[in-house]
């Protein structure tokens, strides 16, 4: 089946660590998109990237970290500089550029500081 | 103001109604909209896709777009308790980047 996969669905993660959230998938797509969701605060756009070994900062870049060497895979990391991290984490993806450019999520991941 | 706009809600509505969910938005460039459905501690799953105005019917889902009052909206009929999730729109234009509404609560009630 084809989708998107994010592990772990619950990390905690101490004072002053850096912990790394994983997104894979085997859509094809072109595009790879991170976004934190707060309640009340909707999906706010961390990092996406369009294309292999480039990426570009959203809204709320501070503090987080991606890398992009593979098509599949678009690995976050939340440094110690996130001073407010617990939060819930949602990778998309999507074709770009195309007619049918619709996004499609992962199951997220809820990271808690500890 | 944001980009896009929407309520969050909560709606309640007794099990049968048709419920009206709403978006409004302010970038013209925005011609791909679509709805979402996020169940409790869960990802979003995508029900409807449109491109530019006009609308478009799937089952009890009916998505409409008017792009000249910049505005969206997503009919669910005869609503059923497993309806009730968060609802969140989302747009897209020329960036190719989804800019999604804060989501929409809904509740309904047997």
């Known amino acids: 089946d084809g989708g998107i996969t994010q592990s772990p669905k619950y990390l905690f993660r101490k004072e002053g660590q850096n912990v790394t959230l994983s997104c894979e998938q085997n859509?094809?797509?072109?595009?790879m998109y991170w976004y934190r969701q707060d309640p009340g605060q909707g999906l706010r756009l961390i990092y996406y990237?369009?294309?292999?070994?480039?990426?570009q900062k959203g809204d709320i870049a501070e503090g987080y970290s991606v890398s992009r060497e593979k098509k599949e895979s678009f690995p976050l990391t939340v440094t110690s500089a996130q001073k407010n991290p617990t939060a819930f984490y949602l990778c998309?993806?999507?074709?770009?550029?195309?007619?049918?450019?619709?996004?499609?999520f992962g199951q997220g991941t809820r990271l808690t500081v500890v | 103001q944001k980009e896009v706009e929407q309520d969050p809600g909560p709606l309640s509505v007794p099990e049968g109604a048709i419920v009206s969910l709403n978006c409004t938005y302010s970038?013209?460039?925005?011609?791909?909209f679509m709805w979402y459905r996020q169940y409790s501690r869960k990802g979003p799953e995508l029900l409807m896709y449109?491109?530019?105005?006009g609308n478009k019917e799937d089952g009890r889902f009916t998505a409409q777009v008017d792009k000249s009052s910049k505005y969206i909206s997503l009919f669910i009929r005869d609503s059923q308790p497993s309806d009730s999730a968060t609802y969140l729109c989302?747009?897209?234009?020329?960036?190719?980047?989804?800019?999604f509404g804060r989501g929409t609560s809904l509740i309904v009630h047997p």
């Open positions: 990237s369009q294309i292999v070994n480039d990426f």
């Open positions: 449109t491109y530019s105005s």
């Open positions: 998309a993806s999507s074709i770009v550029p195309a007619t049918n450019t619709e996004a499609f």
């Open positions: 970038n013209s460039a925005f011609q791909y």
């Open positions: 989302a747009m897209i234009g020329g960036s190719y980047i989804p800019t």
């Open positions: 859509l094809n797509h072109d595009a």
